[in-house]
């Protein structure tokens, strides 16, 4: 059974820090495009950034793009989010899946899948 592990999360102040991480037992991450979500309150899941399969080629969505990034050590079967110049609005769970190509979404690309961890939550206070 696939299970998704997201870390890292925390409180940081206004232009803070933080650096996120997800692990999966059973599931090899570098067999497959990997994204970051987040879900507000009141607000529908949405889909951050992605790394392709290959591990070239990286998609932001606007909001966040020029302070995050993402990454994957295949060794650790571990993906990151670094998080730097945090705002109040990137407060949310965060969460990370594997991602196949969906030409109609942001960033082209959908969960594979309904694996979803317990989301490890980020608060940035103002």
């Known amino acids: 059974r696939v299970q998704m592990v997201e870390s890292g999360g925390g409180l940081v102040q206004t232009g803070g820090s933080l650096r996120l991480s997800c692990t999966a037992s059973g599931l090899p991450l570098d067999d497959y495009a990997m994204g970051w979500f987040r879900q507000a309150p009141g607000k529908e899941r949405e889909e951050i950034s992605v790394?392709?399969?290959?591990?070239?080629?990286?998609y932001y969505i606007d909001s966040v793009k020029g302070r995050f990034t993402i990454s994957r050590d295949n060794a650790k079967n571990t993906l990151y989010l670094q998080m730097n110049s945090l705002k109040p609005e990137d407060t949310a769970m965060y969460y990370c899946?594997?991602?196949?190509?969906?030409?109609?979404?942001?960033?082209?690309?959908?969960?594979?899948?309904?694996?979803w961890g317990q989301g490890t939550q980020v608060t940035v206070s103002s």
């Open positions: 899946a594997p991602v196949g190509s969906d030409p109609n979404s942001e960033l082209g690309f959908t969960p594979l899948f309904n694996y």
């Open positions: 790394l392709s399969r290959s591990g070239r080629n990286t």
